[in-house]
């Protein structure tokens, strides 16, 4: 089993920036592909980032691609999600989670674990 635990969200205002963390425990951190999921009120949980387990391939939706980066410390066994010029349809909960695939994908049924997840707020 592999433990996620996101932290870094927050309230904030339109057009500034926010880096969530995701620390993993459990299993072998490297070996997984990671990604950033949000799910706002009334809206289904969609995949706004993800990265392989080396880092070589990424994905970015369409509505945070040049705001939102996706990156991975392996030997601090986190993933983070750099985010800036924030926007309030940004405001959602956030989660982390690991897959055993070796490529990044948006597919939510490829990951295997998921954190509680994190609140981020964006005011206009």
């Known amino acids: 089993q592999v433990q996620l635990v996101e932290s870094g969200g927050g309230l904030v205002q339109a057009g500034d920036s926010l880096r969530l963390s995701c620390a993993a425990s459990g299993r072998t951190f490297s070996s997984y592909t990671m990604g950033w999921f949000r799910q706002a009120p009334g809206k289904e949980r969609d995949c706004v980032a993800a990265i392989s387990w080396n880092g070589v391939t990424t994905y970015s939706a369409d509505s945070v691609k040049g705001r939102f980066t996706i990156s991975r410390d392996n030997a601090k066994n986190t993933v983070y999600l750099k985010m800036d010029s924030l926007k309030p349809e940004d405001t959602a909960v956030y989660y982390c989670?690991?897959?055993?695939?070796?490529?990044?994908?948006?597919?939510?049924?490829?990951?295997?674990?998921w954190g509680q997840g994190t609140q981020v707020t964006v005011s206009s």
């Open positions: 989670a690991a897959g055993r695939g070796s490529f990044a994908t948006s597919v939510a049924r490829a990951y295997d674990y």
